[in-house]
């Protein structure tokens, strides 16, 4: 059976989501739907990419990941199909794509045909032009059949932290808040490994606040499981599952996670003094 995956910045107020599992079921009731999620912020291709990019490896192969986030259609932009992982992922040519795989090589790409001649209508993306795509997919069907193989696709690039030599100091900034309201960097642990082996210390310091300790795990922040309870609220950093460096609220939440907590928001600052 065949797995076709929605992520979406729709929401599930409205009918767009129905819809497109209501037309991928209309032409294949046989198709295993799946909901990554359809709570991305509206346009939001980093919170995106850093989603799909962290999911899309425990699907089978061959799963086809429909991505419907800035999709909104428009003539002058295309819509692509990415084969990489070993999966699909279909989306516009907005960017996004180019995120999730950043240091992977897509094993091809193909702009999207099937809709492009002058008459065609297409009044939402995803059922028109996504969907089409990925039952035909789902069906066995080449991809060469519904686009041509193109050689690149429009490129975006994530902030990147840099190391000031002369503060001994890495600088980097927020990228994603998850719904504990832990807050991740784009400081990942290779570049932190690699610049503190020339140092005895560091300071993490973001606002006006500051941790000198990076846990392995949420859980380690806990010296004492019979005292477990203790430590909840506790503030610590972590090297996250993407190996990205990670303040978190020991047991926090959304309303009193690490983001209400340290007042961090998308974008700001984070940076590690060493010594």
Same mark, same amino acid.
């Given at each position: 059976?065949?797995?076709?995956?929605?992520?979406?910045?729709?929401?599930?107020?409205?009918?767009?989501?129905?819809?497109?599992?209501?037309?991928?079921?209309?032409?294949?009731?046989?198709?295993?739907?799946?909901?990554?999620?359809?709570?991305?912020?509206?346009?939001?291709?980093?919170?995106?990419?850093?989603?799909?990019?962290?999911?899309?490896?425990?699907?089978?192969?061959?799963?086809?990941?429909?991505?419907?986030?800035?999709?909104?259609?428009?003539?002058?932009?295309?819509?692509?199909?990415?084969?990489?992982?070993?999966?699909?992922?279909?989306?516009?040519?907005?960017?996004?794509?180019?995120?999730?795989?950043?240091?992977?090589?897509?094993?091809?790409?193909?702009?999207?045909?099937?809709?492009?001649?002058?008459?065609?209508?297409?009044?939402?993306?995803?059922?028109?032009?996504?969907?089409?795509?990925?039952?035909?997919?789902?069906?066995?069907? @080449?991809?060469?059949?519904? !686009?041509? %193989?193109?050689?690149? /696709? =429009?490129? *975006?690039?994530?902030?990147?932290?840099?190391? #000031?030599?002369?503060?001994?100091?890495?600088?980097?900034?927020?990228?994603?808040?998850?719904?504990?309201?832990?807050?991740?960097?784009?400081?990942?642990?290779?570049?932190?490994?690699?610049?503190?082996?020339?140092?005895?210390?560091?300071?993490?310091?973001?606002?006006?606040?500051?941790?000198?300790?990076?846990?392995?795990?949420?859980?380690?922040?806990?010296?004492?499981?019979?005292?477990?309870?203790?430590?909840?609220?506790?503030?610590?950093?972590?090297?996250?599952?993407?190996?990205?460096?990670? @303040?978190?609220?020991?047991? !926090?939440? %959304?309303?009193?996670? /690490? =983001?209400? *907590?340290?007042?961090?928001?998308?974008?700001? #600052?984070?940076?590690?003094?060493?010594?």
């Amino acid at each position: 059976m065949s797995i076709i995956t929605l992520t979406s910045d729709f929401g599930n107020l409205d009918y767009r989501v129905s819809a497109i599992k209501g037309k991928i079921l209309s032409l294949n009731p046989e198709v295993r739907i799946i909901d990554i999620t359809h709570q991305i912020q509206a346009y939001n291709l980093i919170q995106t990419s850093y989603i799909i990019r962290n999911a899309y490896k425990y699907f089978p192969k061959g799963t086809i990941h429909i991505l419907s986030v800035d999709s909104f259609f428009n003539k002058s932009r295309k819509n692509i199909l990415y084969q990489a992982g070993g999966s699909y992922f279909i989306a516009a040519d907005n960017g996004l794509l180019s995120l999730i795989f950043f240091d992977v090589k897509p094993e091809a790409i193909f702009e999207i045909t099937l809709n492009n001649r002058f008459d065609d209508i297409v009044n939402f993306t995803s059922t028109d032009v996504f969907v089409p795509v990925a039952v035909h997919l789902a069906n066995g069907g @080449l991809p060469e059949v519904i !686009g041509r %193989k193109i050689k690149s /696709a =429009k490129q *975006l690039s994530f902030p990147k932290p840099v190391y #000031n030599e002369s503060e001994k100091m890495i600088i980097g900034e927020v990228m994603y808040i998850d719904n504990f309201g832990n807050i991740i960097s784009n400081i990942n642990k290779e570049l932190f490994d690699t610049i503190s082996k020339g140092f005895e210390n560091f300071t993490i310091k973001f606002r006006n606040l500051s941790l000198s300790k990076i846990f392995q795990s949420h859980t380690e922040v806990v010296a004492d499981w019979e005292r477990e309870t203790e430590y909840h609220g506790q503030s610590a950093a972590i090297f996250n599952d993407s190996q990205l460096l990670e @303040l978190t609220i020991y047991k !926090g939440s %959304k309303k009193n996670g /690490a =983001k209400t *907590l340290f007042g961090l928001n998308v974008g700001e #600052n984070i940076y590690i003094e060493f010594s």
